[in-house]
């Protein structure tokens, strides 16, 4: 039975309409990720990284997954094998298009996670330093549960058996240029995965693939999974 392991990053929803991070005009030429997406800017001025989330947690409710989301969710559905999608992005985009099989290695947006007590909690609307935990009850020590600079990504463990046993690893819409996820196709290749970029450049790691299909994400990934499906690749 063939496992496809594929991830994601922001490249896949950028044309759903949220921000990539850094294309020209990408989040981080407007914020500086020092402030708004490391523990120590937290601590600094929680205020200010609450803001920087709710108003992404907004842009999301504004926003619908495309049709990368929806071949993706098809494949899962159709592929006699196993697919599993690793996504760098907070969004729950994926998820709304009908992908189960899901690992979010940075967090989820739409997610708080209490400091003290642990506990996780759907978080739809504006999170501030007043809200209380809904477990302990105490205020102030409910964070985004997003995986921040300098801190470990989620599931690592989970993600490192699927990248061993992947027969195929497919990377879609990131630039490979933060760690580890950068280094995903070469865990894969390096147990015998085919390895396949899907992106809209050359990214930093390019080079590493067997193969490279450059293109936008809502053009290039329904038709790679028609051949995905009809045995072409034989993934
Ligand atoms: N279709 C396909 N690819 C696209 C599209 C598109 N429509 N638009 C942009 N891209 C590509 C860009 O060419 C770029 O290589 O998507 C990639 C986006 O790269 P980044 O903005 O660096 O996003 P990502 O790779 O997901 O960043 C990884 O960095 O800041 C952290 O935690 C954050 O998860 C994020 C991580
Ligand atoms: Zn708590």
Redesign the pocket.
């Known amino acids: 039975m063939s496992l496809i392991v594929i991830l994601t990053?922001?490249?896949?929803s950028?044309?759903s309409g949220v921000d990539?991070?850094?294309?020209s005009g990408?989040i981080?030429s407007r914020y500086d990720?020092r402030k708004v997406?490391t523990p120590e800017g937290f601590a600094a001025n929680p205020t200010l990284v609450h803001q920087f989330y709710n108003d992404r947690r907004e842009q999301l409710s504004l926003v619908e997954p495309n049709a990368a989301h929806h071949a993706l969710a098809r494949l899962e559905r159709e592929y006699r094998g196993s697919v599993v999608v690793i996504t760098?992005?907070?969004d729950n985009l994926h998820e709304r298009a009908g992908t189960k099989n899901l690992i979010h290695m940075?967090g989820e947006l739409c997610k708080a996670l209490c400091v003290r007590c642990k506990k996780r909690f759907e978080w739809e609307g504006p999170l501030s330093a007043f809200d209380n935990c809904p477990n302990c009850g105490h205020s102030g020590c409910l964070r985004p549960d997003v995986?921040w600079f300098g801190e470990m990504p989620y599931h690592m463990d989970i993600i490192e058996k699927m990248l061993i046993h992947a027969d195929m690893f497919v990377s879609?819409?990131?630039?490979?240029?933060?760690y580890p996820?950068a280094m995903f196709v070469e865990v894969a290749s390096g147990n015998g995965a085919r390895t396949v970029e899907?992106?809209?450049?050359c990214?930093e790691v390019s080079e590493l693939f067997d193969e490279r299909i450059k293109?936008?994400?809502?053009e290039i990934v329904p038709p790679f999974v028609d051949a995905l499906l009809a045995g072409e690749l034989n993934g």
């Open positions: 990053g922001a490249g896949i950028a044309e990539t991070f850094r294309d990408g981080w990720f997406a760098q992005n907070i940075h995986v879609i819409g990131t630039s490979g240029s933060v996820a899907l992106n809209l450049e990214s293109g936008r994400a809502t």
